[in-house]
């Protein structure tokens, strides 16, 4: 049996025992866990797996799961993790939609269309990086401070829109889009051969 083979049969065993002991979606398992490793020796082998995002760990020995509460110092899977994992595949469809329309929403805001420029210098993968520059994440937080201090009308209607008052929200939020147009201009670029730097 290949690797690959070994990690989906474990990846069954993993979801019946989540689904059968925790009541957890196995679709939630199949898109945000992902296969740490073995651990332990023999008789004490276990396979370690953990949530993609929050590094959550679950424990997987025979056809038995145990849910890793703490990892080292840090306390994790809280009732709102797990119970997130317990949604249903209508209420995980709902919320990805959701995110999609907040995605396309954001791509032609006057507010992202006005920033936009100054956004993509932050990413490393951008032909107009600024080496040395803040990472995204620290930009679109401080370009949101700033417009808040300056009462910034298109942060004001961008955040009625989407219903959040949370500066670190609104910057995730307006970084969303960036990826989108970097993949954009990684196309457009392979599209005209012979420019400077291909």
Known sequence: ????????????????????????????????????????????????????????????????????ITHGDKAHWSEAEQELYRESDAAMDARIAARQAEIEFTHSSPLYLAHRAELLTHYKNSPTYVEGAASPREAARALIDRLLAADDALLAAFAEHLQSADPEHLAHLLLAPCQLDLEAMRETSSDQPGLPGQ
């Not at 990846?11 to 073995?38: H, M, W």
């Not at 995002?53 to 997987?60: A, E, M, Y």
């Open 1 to 68: 049996m290949s690797n690959a083979a070994k990690t989906d049969a474990l990846f069954d065993l993993l979801r019946a025992a989540c689904a059968r002991q925790f009541r957890f979606n196995p679709r939630r398992i199949t898109e945000s866990i992902r296969y740490v490793g073995k651990e332990g020796h023999g008789k004490d082998l276990v396979h370690v797996f953990r949530d993609a995002k929050t590094h959550s760990q679950i424990v997987l020995e025979g056809t038995y799961a145990t849910l890793r």
